[in-house]
């Protein structure tokens, strides 16, 4: 599995932060992710690394009422881990 690295990401392992950051966004009528904000946050980097995935996640499938596509908002937690080093 390819992992990108950021320098947001080499950060957040030289400090050792882990935690659920909860992120509340809007799916519009044509599946785009929009209006990322932190409902739960971690750490200031946590959160900016939470909203940044959020906005490239690709095109979701939007709520549908009376068989009309509409607007939707989500919460997602999105936990963060860091691997355990083998000493």
Known sequence: K??????????????????RV?????VEEDGTVTNGKIVRGVDPLLDKEALRLVSIMP????????????R???????SFKLPKSQD
Do not use: H, M, Q
């Open 72 to 78: 939707a908002i989500y919460n997602l937690p999105l």
């Open 59 to 70: 095109k979701w499938k939007p709520a549908r009422l009376d068989d009309k596509d509409i």
């Open 2 to 19: 390819a992992e990108r690295t950021s320098k947001i990401n080499i950060e957040i392992c030289k400090k050792g932060i882990e935690g």
């Open 22 to 26: 909860i992120v509340k966004f809007t």
